[in-house]
């Protein structure tokens, strides 16, 4: 008997008679996907999502929000399309420099289709180039949208002129005994990293005012000076972006020194707590994140000659942007 021949029952050793094994039961019939249902919902489905992008268009910050998440997810896309048609791209070189050097000197070298890149990489380099307009166009639109952005800052400026009128008042109320106990260090390291963080934004923000209009005819600066006055607010942009990662350690700081009568204020529950401090790191983290993906971004602008590639760019950048397309989905969710 072959060893790859099925025994049969009938062949065990056994003195009672062995029933036949039953016939395996059919493997079960894959669920076909509902398709009628899907295409039923796909109106509604398809007005809910229009209905919630929407809402992250109602506000000037949501708009910028979905405008940043535009500019760098295409122009990392377009970076990707470009490297990967490289080597391409590099091999039809070399094979026209090849046949080139092959030739008389007086000879005429005409190119067809079999010797340029194929259709396909072609293909995937206007692509490349289609994205990289629109994160062009998109970061334009963000800059246009910047321009009145020192009117922001004006009532920004006011909130902490008001903020330190407040504590002064209470400081002055309290006493000297409760007064030295609070903390004011503290405060007054927060109040001026907040004013510094305000100076910074505020340079920065005239200065790209400036360089764009220049760029449109609105204003008489030099190309020269225009470059200088981007190269400029970019630095400033990355002082707010170091004073912001001072802030976020500053206020790690004073939030875990707090008392549990502080924790506890207002009658909240074990429970109440633990969601709080569950919230605040999660959003602590994001903004660390952010703002370490910005940090080097800034230096690379700052500079005439850059510091990092295009897919760094792209990938740098489209971290913030994915991280706060997210909060602003689930923040507009019905």
Known sequence: MSSTEPIATT???????????????????????????????????????????QRCFATPSGTDTVLLFVCYSSRLASAVLTTLVQPALHRSAE????????LPPSATLLFDAKTLPSAGVALVLALARRLKALSGLASEARTITRLWGLLGMYFWARRLVLKRRQQKEQGGSSGSSSGSSSGGGGDGLETAVAWSQLASCVVFQALENGAYLA?????????????????WSARFWGAFVGLELVRLGLESGRRGRRTRAEKFAGGKTVADVEREEREWSAAWRRALVRNLAWAPLTVHWSL???????????ALASIPSVLQIRDLWRNTAE
Do not use: C, Y
């Open 11 to 53: 062949d065990l050793p056994s003195g009672d008679p062995v029933p036949s094994s039953p016939p395996p039961l059919p493997a079960p019939k894959p669920k076909p996907l509902p398709l009628r249902e899907l295409l039923a919902a796909a109106p509604s489905n398809a007005d809910a999502f229009l209905a919630h992008l």
């Open 95 to 102: 094979r026209l420099v090849a046949l080139a050097s092959a």
């Open 215 to 231: 760029s449109r005819g609105v204003l008489g600066w030099s190309p020269a000076a225009q470059g200088r006055a981007a190269r």
């Open 304 to 314: 005439e000659q850059g510091l990092v590639s295009e897919m760094t760019i792209g």
